[in-house]
Each structure stands twice: as C-alpha cells, then as structure tokens.
C-alpha cells in the first residue's frame, strides 16, 4: 500500500515513526529516509540506537544541520537531496526492506527539486515488488494522492508555533 501524510498541521512524521515501530516490532525490514533534515533528531537517535540492537532498520538523511530554507533552497541543498534520494533507491535495491518511508518527500517534490515523474515510477516498481510506501511532508501533489491507497491530511486548528515558541528538542525533533 501506498500512503501519505501531508497538511499544515503537526504530525506527519511522527504518524510515519508510529509506523515504524509497530513494524519493527513484528521483524519488518524498514528503510527511513529523511529528506531537508541533516540535524541530530530524536528520531535519529532512537532508529540508529534500534539498528544497534538488531532491529532491521536502515536511517538515512538527505540535509544539512539545519532544515533547508523552503522559501529558496540553494543549489547545493537541491544536490543533496537528489543524491539522498538516489542513495535511497540505492539502499533500497540492496537491502529489500517490506517498508520504505520517504520523510519530507512531498516537499522535494512540490519545489521541483525531485521529479514527479520518477517518483511515480519509484512508487510502481516498489508496489510491484510488495513494498509498503510511505510519503510525509506539506504540498503532496494531487497526482500523488490520486493514486495513493490511503491520505491523512493533517489540519492545524491550533499551534503554538503561531505564538512564537520554537521548535523543541523531543517534541519536535
């Protein structure tokens, strides 16, 4: 099954992570990739620590220490991106995981940096070969939730972002 998590409101990744777990927790073999991020994040943490331990997941991150500027992405974070992105599919021919998880990836694709095209290709090939899909991030174009087997829109009614309080390490990242 192909799904997204995308919208304005807060969730996304963390919907992707819950995922995650549950499927390690049965033995799946998991690929997480994260793209705009190259910080050190909770999320890193922990499905590095899980690696360690023996769980079958393989973390990755296509970013720098910091969240690439939206408004403007430079040339050199659109590169990043596209070899994380090949790195992944790279990663992903390699290893055969049950489920891949492409965090952010809506966004990569809304700004033009991945093609839509080829994505629509990555998602065929691994739905052929049985591979659970997940895609999080804003902006999911419409051709992807058109063929996606489940969407979950995220919606703020609320958040403290709006009042100025920045992002916080464990609750956000």
């Known amino acids: 099954m192909f799904h997204i998590y995308t919208g304005m409101g807060k969730g996304k990744t963390t ?3 819950g995922l995650t777990l549950r ?3 049965w033995r799946k073999k998991v690929l997480f990739a994260q793209f705009f991020k190259g910080v050190e994040t909770g999320e890193k943490i922990m499905l590095e620590y899980l690696a360690s331990q023996g769980f079958p997941i393989s973390f990755m991150q296509a970013g720098r220490k910091y969240f690439i500027s939206l408004e403007k992405p430079g040339r050199e974070d659109v590169e990043i ?11 992903i021919r390699i290893s055969k995981p049950n489920i891949v998880v492409f965090d952010e990836i809506n966004l990569a694709i809304a700004y033009n940096i991945l093609d839509l095209d080829l ?4 998602i065929s090939d691994l739905e052929k070969e049985n591979v659970e899909i997940i895609f999080t991030g804003r902006y999911a174009p419409k051709e992807l939730v058109e063929v996606a087997d489940l ?13 100025g309080i920045k992002a916080r390490k464990g609750i956000e990242y």
Not at 81 to 91: D, M, N, V, Y
């Open 15 to 17: 919907a992707a992570l």
């Open 23 to 25: 499927a390690l927790g």
């Open 81 to 91: 991106i596209r070899r994380g992105f090949s790195s992944a599919l790279k990663k």
């Open 119 to 122: 994505v629509m290709k990555v």
């Open 151 to 163: 969407v979950t829109n995220m919606v703020k009614v609320k958040h403290y972002f709006d009042k």
